[in-house]
C-alpha cells in the first residue's frame, strides 16, 4: 500500500519536473532505465547474499540453542569445554559475518547510487533554471525545486523497500524449500487410500499389529556405513518385545526405521502384512505410537499436550494420568519452558500421552531411562494391563525393565545376534549389562 502511494507521488513529482523543463525529462527517463536494470541484477545478487547470510547463521543459532539450553550448559562445563566451545562460536560469528557485511555494503551501495542519480536530477534542474531563467515562469520552478528536494528520500524509500520486499520473498522461498524438500517417496496412493477406507471402517491402523522386518538395511547418509545390517525377525500381532544391546548397536534406528524417519535401502518392512514404504508418513505415524527417550512437551496446554488429537476428555486425561503416574499438575496449565518437568517427568507423560492414543503399536525408546526401578516396574505393569492386545516393543536400558517379556532381541552392530525367550537369554544378558555402556 505504502509502496503504491510513494511510487503514485513519486510518478506524479516526476510529471512535474518534466512539465517545467522538458529536457530533464530525457535525462529522467535515462535514469529509470539504468535503475530497471541496475535493480534486475541488483536484486539476483541480494537474494544469493541473503541466502548465503541465512544459511551461515544457522550453525552459529544452532549452536547457541546446543549450548546455552540447561543440559548443553552443564555438559560443557563438566567436561571444562568452554574455551573450546567459545572458539567454535567465535569462528560461526566470524563465518556469518562475511555475508551480512556484503549485504550491508550491497545496500550501502545502493543508497550511494541512488543519491547519487538524484543529485544530478537536481543539478540538471538547476542549471536549466538558470539557462532558461527568462523564458519559464519563476513560480513554476521554484515548486518543481522543492518538489525535486523530496525525490530523493521517496526514491531511496522506493528501492529500498522494493528490494526489501524481494529478499524478504527468499525466506518464503526456504521454507517452502523445507516443506518440499523432503518428497514422500514410492507411496502408492491406490494402497494408502484402501487402507484409509478400512481405518474409517475399523476405526484403527493396524488393526493387528504384527510387524516383520525383512532382511533391512538402513544407512543415514549414503557416505556413511549401513547402521542396520540385513535386520531380519518377525514380531507377531499382540507380542511383547524386548530390544537389547550396546549403545550404538542399532536399537533406535531399528524405530527410526520402522517409522520412516530414514529410509531403508534395501529389504522391506510389513506391518499387518502392508509395505510401509507405499503408505502416507501421516498414515504410518498415526498408527502408531512412540515413546521416545526425550519427550518433547510443547508449549500449549497440558490438555493439549497430552491430547494432541483433541479427542478426549478431562475425565479420560485424568484417568492416563493416574495410571501412568499421579502426576500433580493442572489440565489446563500452559506448559511454559518444558526444562520445568524433569525428564523422568517428561517420559512419564509421554505414557499418559500414549495411553489415551491406545493404538495396537506401542513402541518404547529406552523411555524409562530417567525412572526410579520401581517407577518403571510400576510403567511396565501399567503398559501390560492397559494395552490388552497390542503390540509392545520395548528398547530397555535395564534387564529388569524387559525381563517379564515374551521375547527379547538382541542387536549388535545393527545385526541380530540372539532372539529368544528372557531364559534363554539371560546368561547372554547378564554379560551385556556387566558393561557399563549397556543399553
Ligand atoms: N543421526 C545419525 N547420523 C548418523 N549416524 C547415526 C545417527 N544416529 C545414529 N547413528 C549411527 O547409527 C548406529 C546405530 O545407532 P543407534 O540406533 O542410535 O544405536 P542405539 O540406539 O542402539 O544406541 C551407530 O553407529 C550410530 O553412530
Ligand atoms: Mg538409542
Known amino acids: 500500500m505504502a509502496v503504491t502511494q510513494i511510487g503514485l507521488a513519486m510518478f506524479g513529482l516526476l510529471i512535474i519536473i518534466t512539465v517545467t523543463t522538458p529536457w530533464i525529462g530525457l535525462l529522467i527517463f535515462g535514469i529509470v532505465i539504468t535503475f530497471a536494470v541496475v535493480q534486475y541484477f541488483y536484486t539476483r545478487t541480494s537474494a544469493q547474499l541473503r541466502r548465503l547470510d541465512l544459511g551461515s547463521r544457522t550453525p552459529l543459532y544452532t549452536l547457541l540453542t546446543d549450548t546455552v539450553n540447561a543440559d548443553g550448559l552443564c555438559t560443557l562445563q563438566a567436561f571444562k569445554s568452554q574455551q573450546h566451545f567459545t572458539d567454535i562460536n567465535s569462528k560461526r560469528v566470524q563465518a556469518s559475518q562475511k555475508p551480512f557485511f556484503l549485504v550491508k555494503a550491497r545496500q550501502r ?50 528501492f529500498t523497500t522494493w528490494v526489501d520486499v524481494e529478499i524478504c520473498i527468499v525466506a518464503a522461498g526456504r521454507i517452502k524449500e523445507f516443506v518440499d524438500w523432503v518428497p514422500e517417496e514410492a507411496i502408492q496412493p491406490q494402497k494408502d487410500h484402501e487402507l484409509r477406507l478400512a481405518k474409517e471402517k475399523t476405526g484403527m491402523w493396524p488393526t493387528q499389529g504384527g510387524i516383520v522386518f525383512d532382511t533391512v538395511v538402513a544407512r543415514y547418509r549414503p557416505e556413511l556405513d549401513p547402521a542396520l545390517h540385513g535386520l531380519a525377525f518377525h514380531i507377531r500381532a499382540g507380542e511383547r518385545v524386548g530390544v537389547v544391546g550396546r549403545t550404538g548397536s542399532g536399537k533406535s534406528t531399528l524405530l527410526a526405521v520402522l517409522f520412516r524417519k530414514i529410509n531403508i535401502k534395501k529389504g522391506q518392512i510389513l506391518v499387518d502384512g502392508t509395505n510401509i514404504s507405499g ?28 491430547d494432541i488429537e483433541g479427542k478426549h476428555t478431562d475425565e479420560e486425561i485424568w484417568r492416563a494420568l493416574e495410571l501412568s503416574s499421579r502426576f500433580p499438575s493442572k489440565l489446563d496449565e500452559v506448559v511454559t519452558g518444558s526444562s520445568r518437568f524433569s525428564r523422568g517427568q517428561k517420559q512419564l507423560l509421554a505414557l499418559a500421552r500414549a495411553l489415551l492414543r491406545q493404538r495396537n503399536v506401542v513402541c518404547l525408546d529406552e523411555a524409562t531411562s530417567s525412572i526410579d526401578v520401581e517407577t518403571d516396574q510400576a510403567m511396565q505393569q501399567t503398559l501390560h494391563s492397559s494395552f490388552g492386545a497390542a503390540t509392545i516393543i520395548t528398547i530397555a536400558h535395564r534387564i529388569s525393565t524387559v525381563q517379564d517379556y515374551v521375547r527379547i532381541i538382541v542387536l549388535d552392530n545393527g545385526r541380530v545376534v540372539e532372539n529368544g525367550s528372557p531364559t534363554e537369554l539371560w546368561k547372554y544378558l547378564e554379560g551385556v549389562d556387566d558393561k557399563p555402556d549397556a543399553a
Not at 512412540?290 to 493439549?304: F, G, N, Y
Request: charged share 10%; proline share 3%.
Open 279 to 306: 503408505i502416507s508418513l501421516d498414515m504410518l505415524r498415526s498408527g502408531m505410537t512412540l515413546i521416545p527417550q526425550d519427550p518433547v512437551l510443547l508449549e500449549i496446554s497440558m490438555h493439549a499436550n497430552l
Open 109 to 158: 551501495w545502493l543508497v550511494g547510487q541512488i543519491k547519487m542519480s538524484v543529485s544530478f536530477i537536481n543539478a540538471a534542474l538547476i542549471c536549466f533554471v538558470v539557462a532558461l531563467q527568462h523564458s519559464t515562469s519563476a513560480g513554476l520552478f521554484a515548486f518543481a525545486l522543492i518538489q525535486a528536494m523530496s525525490l530523493m528520500e521517496r526514491l531511496n524509500w522506493f
